[in-house]
């Protein structure tokens, strides 16, 4: 699952080299967000019977310095014939241009290392080269796109410019680091909390501040047969500077609601002037 692209949107995630010429670019803001996850839905076919889990993600960095994510999540699947236990954790770190992406994955199940992927993207001549090197070597070319930082970014740019709609495309690693997904974004109108939002009791680290209901859909478009629809939806407030928050991700046969227990915004210092 790639239940991570939710706050990378990029962060998950989610973030620049296509800002817009009339909008500074965002400020977004060194932080550790604490998650939980429960079932939203579930169909008769997905067989799940229950969800439960905890999601953290570190966001650090700046547009100077580069940005790195980490990112956790553990959860607790229950069906009618099992319990497994997930945990999936992911390092990146995004290059202040947004020209490349080192990424690491490691996926546990029932506490047991089921899979790692690992390696390098950069953005060169028009393309994206990615070069793997867990589980086996390999060197990908893509088309050129968006890194999750950068995608997160041009989000925000273009909430503030008052866009509603628009399609871009993201590259995070996930899976085995070998497609782009395409995004479809709607963006709704800004909204301004009355008071700190009783969501989660650390809600004074945003206040008041601005933020906008975004809902974005996944498509894989290097496997569509017949009609495209997308391999997940996720539906979340984004305030202008990153941080987000009440995330449904929908991924078709179920649904999981993400609820924001705690927030620690880091003490960082800008290590360039402007």
């Known amino acids: 699952m790639r239940l991570k692209r939710f706050i990378e949107v990029a ?38 019977t229950s969800i439960s889990g905890r999601m953290v993600y570190e966001f650090d960095g700046s547009a100077c310095e580069g940005y790195t994510v980490t990112f956790r999540f553990v959860s607790q699947i229950e069906t009618a014939d099992l319990s497994r236990i997930t945990d999936q954790q992911t390092t990146t770190y995004e290059g202040a241009e947004g020209e490349t992406f080192d990424f690491v994955t490691k996926s546990y199940v029932d506490q047991q290392l089921d899979r790692e992927v690992k390696g390098s993207a950069r953005r060169m001549n028009g393309a994206t080269i990615i070069d793997v090197s867990k589980p086996e070597e390999a060197e990908i070319r893509l088309e050129e796109t968006h890194f999750p930082t950068q995608h997160l970014v041009e989000l925000i740019e273009k909430a503030k410019a008052g866009e509603t709609f628009y399609e871009t495309s993201l590259f995070d690693g996930s899976e085995d680091a070998d497609r782009i997904m395409t995004t479809t974004v709607i963006i709704g109108r800004p909204e301004t909390s009355p008071k700190p939002d009783e969501e989660f009791p650390a809600a004074k680290a945003i206040g008041t501040s601005t933020y906008w209901p975004v809902s974005v859909a996944y498509f894989d478009l290097s496997d569509v047969e017949g009609e495209e629809v997308p391999d997940y939806r996720i539906d979340f407030k984004l305030h202008e500077n990153g941080i987000t928050r009440d995330l449904v991700m929908d991924y078709g046969e179920f649904s999981m609601k993400g609820r924001l227990v705690d927030l620690t915004i880091f003490d960082r210092t800008p290590d360039c002037p402007n």
């Open 11 to 48: 962060a998950v995630g989610a973030v620049s080299v296509i800002a817009s010429p009339v909008l500074a670019q965002p400020v977004l803001t060194p932080h550790r967000a604490v998650y939980d996850i429960v079932l939203e839905k579930a169909s008769d076919r997905s067989g799940i």
